[in-house]
């Protein structure tokens, strides 16, 4: 059984960071490039960042881009993602998710993790 847990969301200012983790199991982790999504209170979900299964390849949402840092260690099965100088904007719930054929699909997801930027 695939599973995915997030964690790491939190509170915090405008210009504040945080990490968030993804713990995967229940499949070659290795062999899956991975994504995170996120979802804005009354907005759809939309891709914030992809990794691929080596951790060489990498997108972002031009939103986020020069702030966020997708990152994945491959020996211990996790999925990382580093929030800086975040905004209101950025509040939402972050999903981790193991992406299928292509990057903008995926066939696993996880519960979120709440990341919420207010001052």
């Known amino acids: 059984e695939v599973q995915l847990v997030e964690s790491g969301g939190d509170y915090v200012q405008p210009g504040g960071s945080l990490s968030l983790s993804c713990a995967a199991s229940?499949?070659?982790?290795?062999?899956?490039?991975m994504s995170w999504l996120r979802q804005a209170p009354g907005k759809t979900l939309e891709r914030v960042s992809t990794?691929?299964?080596?951790?060489?390849?990498?997108y972002y949402l031009r939103a986020v881009k020069d702030r966020f840092t997708i990152s994945r260690d491959n020996d211990k099965n996790t999925l990382y993602l580093q929030l800086n100088d975040l905004q209101t904007d950025d509040t939402g719930i972050y999903y981790c998710?193991?992406?299928?054929?292509?990057?903008?699909?995926?066939?696993?997801r996880g519960q979120g993790t709440q990341v919420t930027v207010s001052s």
């Open positions: 229940g499949f070659a982790f290795d062999n899956s490039a």
């Open positions: 990794i691929d299964k080596t951790g060489r390849a990498t």
């Open positions: 998710v193991k992406n299928g054929k292509t990057w903008q699909d995926y066939d696993a």
